[in-house]
Nanobody, 124 residues
């Protein structure tokens, strides 16, 4: 089992920045892929970014490329999502997820472990 706890959400004005954190525990993550997803009211859960723990390889949704950066801290077993140039359309609940197969994927169905989510609200 992998436990994931997100933090760092909040209210920010358009153009501002936030950094989300996802603290992982319960398993060694060296063979895992960690992902960030988001879900706005009335919309499907959508992929934001993912990182392969072993080599740091990353993938991003087109909508966040150049604005968001995913990273990991091996010592802290924590994944981060640095979000810059935020837009009102980035408003959503952001979820951290993990999958035990070391292949970056954008389909949320293939991730086995999920955090509780953290709200990000961007005002215009």
């Amino acid at each position: 089992q992998v436990q994931l706890v997100e933090s760092g959400g909040g209210l920010v004005q358009a153009g501002g920045s936030l950094r989300l954190s996802c603290a992982a525990s319960g398993r060694t993550l060296s063979s895992y892929v960690m992902g960030w997803f988001r879900q706005a009211p009335g919309k499907d859960r959508e992929f934001v970014a993912a990182i392969r723990w072993s080599d740091g390889d990353t993938g991003y949704a087109d909508s966040v490329k150049g604005r968001f950066t995913i990273s990991r801290d091996n010592a802290k077993n924590t994944v981060y999502l640095q979000m810059n140039s935020l837009k009102p359309e980035d408003t959503a609940v952001y979820y951290c997820a993990a999958r035990s197969i070391p292949q970056i994927a954008s389909n949320w169905h293939v991730y086995s472990y999920w955090g509780q989510g953290t709200q990000v609200t961007v005002s215009s």
